[in-house]
């Protein structure tokens, strides 16, 4: 898919026969910049402008071969702020691994197999349109659990209800970059590619009565000339260690919270297509009085894209939506969302792309689901309130080396 697979399975385990001094470094990055106009809706609602980075970066690669068909490979790749100061190295995918006709195997930080299965769907991906606002969770690409959620949804640290706060369908994202991870990507076999990954998320654990958390991921990717089908799965054991999947105030206690999804494209001619159908599910019940081991914050979602390309240029059209929050089944009406986007993109040159897009996310009465996040270098807009309705018009340049 459009994430490289991790790098083709480290192109192809590297084609050098022999053993010899054949390392290599390569230098790589996208600056993507941005001037957003934007507006929170709701009651008391404001306008802003900003300039974003949408998820600027650089990064450095490298392999070795090792001789026998076998490769050493690396990556270190970092955000960069490219409208602000900050960042620390290596907070993007960096790892070390092993590739070979077995297929490839690293250790470090990178996306899910859940996250990479749909990724390259988005055609608004890594912008303020970003459908992770609400598709995996709607909490965006966070890493560690949330510990705020919506009306009807949970806060995490006191264990209650939350009447505030950002609406997440999840305590953890399912479209997440997670650190700790042992992953395993398959050679490709007649336009399949499998790929695994586990989570070791009680990193920092500090008592034994603590329960330790963690996560298994795993995507299965099909691609056959003009169509795509992939398909995602994870589960989260959130413990009480902290770690990546850990919430200290559990202590003991232990909860799970799964998803899967199914996404189609398919290209013809100038016009592509997409579709992605997503599932979440919980036993988080007990933490909000229902019984124990009810789902609460599981929901569907869905997501729909369409590129079309015109000469030099090509317009685009998405939308997605959050059904309402399950509450044991019986569901809780107002705590949905639904995020509609239209741009146009023009090549200036292989590398550099100019783009305007325009996106709203419209909040039911009772969610607060929120649209960007600067947090991992995108714009983001203030959520004012349950039922608001924040939008942007985006307008910027792409440059890919």
Do not use: C
């Not at 470094?25 to 996208?30: E, H, Q």
């Not at 690293?106 to 899910?112: Q, V, W």
């Not at 199914?262 to 992605?276: E, P, Q, S």
Request: proline share 2%.
């Amino acid at each position: 898919m459009k994430k490289k697979i991790i790098a083709l399975a480290i192109a192809a385990a590297v084609s050098a026969p022999a053993f010899a001094d054949t390392s290599t470094v390569t230098v790589y990055g996208v600056a993507n910049m941005s001037y957003d106009l934007t507006s929170t809706g709701g009651t008391n609602g404001f306008s802003s402008k900003k300039v974003s980075s949408n998820t600027s970066r650089i990064g450095f690669k490298g392999t070795e071969d090792l001789g026998g068909g076998l490769a050493a490979a690396w990556q270190i790749e970092q955000l960069v702020a490219m409208d602000n100061a900050g960042g620390t190295l290596a907070t993007r995918n960096t790892y070390l691994g092993l590739a070979g006709g077995f297929g490839t195997a690293l250790l470090g930080r990178h996306d899910t197999p859940y996250k990479i299965a749909t990724r390259g769907m988005d055609v608004f991906g890594d912008t303020i349109a970003d459908n992770r606002g609400i598709m995996g969770g709607g909490s965006n690409t966070l890493a560690a659990p949330a510990t705020n959620g919506g009306v009807g949804s949970l806060n995490l640290t006191t264990g209650a209800a939350n009447a505030a706060g950002n609406s997440t369908g999840a305590a953890a994202s399912f479209d997440g970059r997670q650190p700790d991870v042992v992953a395993y990507v398959s050679p490709a076999m007649s336009g399949f590619t499998g790929i695994i990954a586990y989570v070791a998320g009680a990193e920092n654990q500090t008592l034994a009565s603590q329960s330790k958390g963690a996560a298994w991921s795993l995507a299965g990717l099909y691609g056959n000339g003009p169509l795509n089908v992939n398909f995602g799965y994870e589960v989260h054991d959130l413990g009480g260690a902290p770690g990546s999947v850990g919430v200290p105030a559990l202590g003991a206690t232990k909860l799970k919270e799964s998803a899967w999804k199914i996404g189609a494209g398919y290209t013809m001619d100038a016009l592509t297509v997409n579709g992605v159908y997503e599932k979440t599910k919980d036993n988080f019940g007990a933490l909000v009085g229902l019984a124990a081991g009810a789902n609460t914050l599981g929901h569907n979602a869905y997501y729909l894209s369409g590129k079309y390309s015109l000469g030099e240029g090509a317009v685009k059209l998405a939308y997605a939506k959050a059904g309402n929050l399950s509450l044991s089944g019986s569901g809780v009406s107002g705590t949905g969302a639904k995020q509609l986007s239209i741009g146009y993109d023009h090549n200036l040159s292989k590398r550099t792309t100019a783009y305007a897009l325009y996106t709203q996310l419209s909040n039911d009465a009772n969610a607060t689901y929120a649209l960007g996040n600067a947090g991992i270098g995108n714009g983001s807009v203030f959520v004012n309130g349950a039922g608001s309705k924040p939008s942007a018009f985006s307008f910027g340049v792409k440059h890919t080396f």
